[in-house]
């Protein structure tokens, strides 16, 4: 069942992504934004290594997800457009290989963000890092060409993933701050 679940992400994301595609300004644009962008992906690999108890399930299905979620998006875009389809195979070959790559290794980093308090801290706070850091430089390298609907959107997950890291923080924190207190109370201190 695990496996279904991850293929089927992956390949729902994967044909989600350029079907919304479009040149205007709309609602759609905005979707497509998300869905195409390279920490969805990160974040569908790292949730599929959440859902696993394993560290080696999760780092075979989590490139399992993303492998199919490449070809999904490979068709789709093949079936979209008149575009050369050796091209698509050649960049669905390149993102494929990248896709078994990263994907194991995020999936890794999911299975290790299970771990409670700040050992799992570091590994939750990788997906929204990545938000951050991939809206940054999409913003100050294309955002003024591509419009404003463009720089919003980028702006507005760069936010709420400095809201979500803030709240994983503080998570971690009120977590493990009710154990410190008792233990001092309990000890006179």
């Not at 293929?7 to 729902?12: E, H, K, L, M, S």
């Not at 399992?64 to 050649?90: G, P």
Request: proline residues 3%.
């Amino acid at each position: 069942m695990a496996v279904v679940a991850a293929v089927a992400a992956g390949a729902t994301l994967g044909a989600l992504a350029p079907l919304f595609e479009t040149t205007s300004n709309s609602p759609a644009h905005v979707v497509h934004l998300i869905l195409a962008a390279g920490w969805t992906w990160a974040a569908l690999a790292f949730c599929v290594g959440v859902a696993r108890k394993s560290i080696f399930e999760s780092a075979s299905l989590a490139p399992a997800a993303l492998i199919t979620a490449v070809a999904s998006y490979y068709a789709t875009k093949t079936a979209q457009s008149a575009s050369s389809q050796n091209d698509s195979l050649s960049r669905a070959l390149f993102w494929s290989l990248a896709a078994a790559i990263v994907g194991a290794f995020l999936g890794v980093i999911g299975n290790l963000a299970r771990s409670p308090g700040l050992r799992g801290l570091f590994f939750r706070a990788l997906v929204p890092v990545i938000a951050i850091v991939e809206t940054s430089q999409r913003l100050s390298a294309e955002a003024s060409s591509q419009g404003t609907v463009v720089g919003a959107t980028w702006n507005g997950i760069r936010i709420a993933a400095v809201a979500i890291l803030a709240a994983l923080l503080g998570h971690t924190v009120m977590r493990s701050w009710p154990r410190h207190f008792t233990s001092r109370r309990e000890r006179g201190a």
